[in-house]
C-alpha cells in the first residue's frame, strides 16, 4: 500500500524554520538581564499575544496598572520599554532626550523615505539637525510664511468658489478641501500646482495607511521567510517606484524652468540650490529634495485628519483650539491673511 504524507515540502520548511527559531528564543529568554518588570512572555512572539485587539493602547493601559509605570515588553524580537508616567516620560523626553532620541528601523522610513532620510524617521546625527535647521530657517521661518499669503488666498478663493458652484447638490468636502491644501503646499514647493496632484495625493494616502498597519517584518527582523510570506516590502518597493517617479518629473521641470528663468522664489529653488553649493554643512541629493517634497504633502493629510475630527467631535475639540489659539496668539504665532477679501476670518497657525 502506499504511503500518503500529509505534508508538503514547503510546509515541512515552514515547520523546521519555525522550530529553528522557537528553540533560538527561548534560549534567548532564558539569558539573565536586569530589565524592568513587565508580564509573563511567550518564547518567540514574547506579549506580541496580549497586545492584538483594535485598541492597543488600551491593552497597555491594563498591563501597566499591573507592572508599573515603566515596564518592559517583548515583542517578537524586539526589546520595548515603556513608560505610563508623566514624570518619568519628562526625564526621558526632556532631560535626557538625547539618550532616547534613536528612532526604530521600520521598513516603511526606509523604502518610502529613502532610507530613513526624513527628519521625522532618521536618527539624531548631524544629517538630522542640518536637516531640522534647515526646515526651520529656510522652510518655515515668518518671513517665508509671509510669501505665502497670496497663494493661500487664491486657493481658499477658489476653494470657496467651487463650493458655491456645486449649490443644491451633494459634495465631497473632504476631496474639495484635500485638494485646495494640496494646491497651497505644491505651489509653495516647486512654485506651480503639481502635474501628477492627485496621484500624489492618493499614493500618500496609501503609503500613511501602510504606517498603521502591522508588519511582522518590523518586529522580526531576523526571520528572513517570515519577511517573504508576511512582509510589505514588495508592495512599499512598488509604490515607492511610482512615487519617485513623479517626483523626478517634478524636479526635472522645474530645473529646465530654472535655467530659462534663473528666478529663485520657492522652496525647490532652495533645495536644488544647496545641492549644487558647497557652503551647507550636510551634502543635498535629490533623494533628499523628493523627500522633502513628499513630506510636505504628507502634513498635509494630517491637518485633514485633524479638521475631519473637529468636524465631527466639536465639542471635545473646542477646549484643545482654544488652548492653542491662547498660546500662539501669546507667542505671536498667529497671523491674518486675506484682509480686503472674502476670506478675512480664515487664520494660519505655524
Not at 532620541?101 to 526606509?110: G, I, T, V, Y
Not at 533628499?288 to 473637529?310: G, P, R, W, Y
Request: contains cysteine; glycine residues 4%.
Amino acid at each position: 500500500m502506499e504511503i500518503s504524507f500529509p505534508f508538503s515540502l514547503t510546509a515541512f520548511s515552514l515547520l523546521i524554520s519555525f522550530l529553528f527559531m522557537l528553540i533560538k528564543n527561548c534560549k534567548r529568554f532564558k539569558t539573565p538581564s536586569k530589565l524592568p518588570p513587565g508580564p509573563w512572555k511567550i518564547p518567540l512572539i514574547g506579549n506580541l499575544h496580549q497586545l492584538i485587539g483594535s485598541l492597543p493602547h488600551h491593552s497597555l493601559k491594563n498591563l501597566a496598572q499591573k507592572c508599573g509605570p515603566i515596564m518592559h515588553l517583548q515583542i517578537g524580537e524586539l526589546s520595548t520599554l515603556v513608560i505610563s508616567s508623566p514624570q518619568i516620560a519628562k526625564e526621558i523626553l526632556q532631560t535626557n532626550g538625547l539618550s532616547f532620541s534613536d528612532r526604530p528601523a521600520l521598513m516603511l522610513n526606509k523604502i518610502i523615505f529613502y532610507n530613513f532620510s526624513a527628519v521625522g524617521g532618521s536618527n539624531y546625527g548631524e544629517h538630522w539637525r542640518q536637516m531640522r535647521k534647515l526646515s526651520i530657517l529656510e522652510l518655515l521661518s515668518p518671513k517665508k510664511v509671509v510669501s505665502y499669503y497670496s497663494v493661500m488666498e487664491e486657493e481658499i478663493s477658489r476653494l470657496v468658489s467651487s463650493i458655491q458652484s456645486c449649490l443644491g447638490q451633494p459634495i465631497n468636502l473632504t476631496e474639495k478641501v484635500l485638494l485646495a491644501q494640496s494646491s497651497i503646499v505644491c505651489r509653495a514647493a516647486v512654485g506651480r500646482r503639481c502635474k501628477d496632484q492627485e496621484k500624489v495625493i492618493l499614493l500618500i494616502r496609501e503609503s500613511a495607511s501602510y504606517a498603521g498597519v502591522f508588519n511582522f517584518a518590523d518586529i522580526f527582523p531576523s526571520m528572513k521567510l517570515i519577511h517573504f510570506l508576511f512582509g510589505l516590502e514588495k508592495k512599499l518597493i512598488k509604490m515607492h517606484k511610482k512615487i519617485d517617479y513623479i517626483l523626478e518629473g517634478i524636479i526635472q521641470e522645474h530645473e529646465a524652468d530654472r535655467i530659462r528663468t534663473r528666478v529663485e522664489e520657492d522652496l525647490l529653488d532652495v533645495f536644488l540650490w544647496l545641492k549644487d553649493s558647497n557652503d551647507f554643512q550636510i551634502s543635498i541629493n535629490r533623494d533628499n529634495i523628493k523627500e522633502n517634497i513628499f513630506v510636505s504633502v504628507e502634513a498635509i493629510l494630517t491637518f485633514i485628519q485633524m479638521f475631519a475630527e473637529h468636524v465631527h467631535k466639536p465639542n471635545q475639540e473646542k477646549s484643545k483650539i482654544a488652548e492653542i489659539t491662547k498660546q500662539s496668539e501669546h507667542k505671536g504665532l498667529f497671523a491674518p491673511f486675506g484682509t480686503g477679501s472674502s476670506v478675512t476670518s480664515t487664520y494660519v497657525c505655524l
